[in-house]
């Protein structure tokens, strides 16, 4: 039960951080290092096509990215923009992938979360 009520308090300390996080101006190496890392997870990297790609200050040294893409489809087609959320986390200053929409569920889930954290 204690581990519960810890686990819990974590969540709902990393919630209220987030909330109140703070714009972040991403360097065109973050950027960059963004768009390469979502792209090496599409059908075809090379079509891809970025939106807005927004980042907070979420304490920690914590970054959140939340963003969207577009790219073509197996079909060759442009199959719609989704978004995604990731995170550049020290020390390696990487940026990792939390979400990328996969269907209409998961781009609402995502876009709202993006909405909530960053005002987007």
Known sequence: M??????MTA???WQSSALASE???LTEMQTAAIEQ???STLKD???ALFGDIDAANVGGGQVLVCGSVNAK????GYAGTIPFQGHIW???RSFYIDALA???SDALRVASQCKAILNR
């Open 102 to 104: 996969s269907d209409e």
């Open 45 to 47: 990297p090379s079509s």
């Open 23 to 25: 714009r972040y101006a």
């Open 2 to 7: 204690r581990s519960i009520i810890v686990l």
């Open 11 to 13: 969540c709902i300390g």
């Open 37 to 39: 890392t979502i792209s």
């Open 73 to 76: 489809n197996g079909f060759g």
């Open 90 to 92: 020290p020390p390696d």
